[in-house]
């Protein structure tokens, strides 16, 4: 009976993250972080975890402040640009290109994998159409792509988003695995700058 009561307690614990990332996606979604949407988003994360139980997602353990805040930081300065570069398109008039681009994730995780997802496309100017879980790759609409270039930036910064979150919450083996692809990358980089 005891094991039993340390164990629902154990589980409610390690799922407390993800309830209280629903309260602030519901707040997000509605665009106000009042106590009206924050009582809301309560009820519908009660109602959602009770309904639809899904088994307890095994969280990395590890929590990194500094990069935590750098990816806040830099999610909230890519809405405010999305946003302005959306307004624009409309604003301009002109067609702005678009392109359906698939991305394949480095990390193997499916909840690194939901968050990249999440963040990309809360991002205005982009949008997750479907996700290949077997082979990590997410395929996103995206707005403002003119050529192959365009292309290539967009994919690369759906890459640095899961490199900030695996900073920011990863676990250590996928941390070493991010160091140790940087440290490939560098080393290619001056041959192929090299052979330009």
């Given at each position: 009976?005891?094991?039993?009561?340390?164990?629902?307690?154990?589980?409610?614990?390690?799922?407390?993250?993800?309830?209280?990332?629903?309260?602030?996606?519901?707040?997000?979604?509605?665009?106000?972080?009042?106590?009206?949407?924050l009582i809301t988003g309560t009820i519908v994360a009660i109602v959602t975890t009770r309904v639809f139980r899904l088994p307890p997602a095994e969280l990395s353990g590890r929590i990194n402040l500094w990069y935590g805040l750098v990816f806040v930081a830099s999610f909230v300065g890519?809405?405010?640009?999305?946003?302005?570069q959306v307004v624009w398109h409309v604003w301009n008039g002109k067609h702005p290109g678009t392109a359906i681009i698939a991305v394949p994730l480095d990390t193997d995780d499916d909840l690194i994998m939901t968050h990249?997802?999440?963040?990309?496309?809360?991002?205005?100017?982009s949008l997750v159409v479907q996700t290949d879980r077997t082979n990590r790759i997410l395929y996103l609409h995206i707005l403002g792509?003119?050529?192959?270039?365009?292309?290539?930036?967009?994919?690369?910064?759906?890459?640095?988003?899961?490199?900030?979150?695996?900073?920011?919450?990863?676990?250590?083996?996928?941390m070493q695995a991010l160091k140790t692809r940087e440290a490939a990358a560098q080393k290619t980089a001056p041959q192929n700058g090299g052979t330009a």
């Open positions: 009976m005891i094991e039993t009561r340390r164990t629902a307690a154990r589980q409610m614990w390690t799922q407390l993250p993800f309830f209280v990332w629903l309260i602030l996606l519901w707040m997000l979604l509605w665009g106000q972080f009042t106590l009206l949407s890519a809405v405010v640009m999305g946003s302005l990249v997802g999440v963040t990309a496309s809360l991002i205005p100017g792509v003119k050529n192959l270039d365009d292309v290539e930036a967009q994919r690369a910064g759906v890459l640095r988003w899961e490199d900030r979150i695996v900073r920011a919450v990863g676990s250590r083996e996928q």
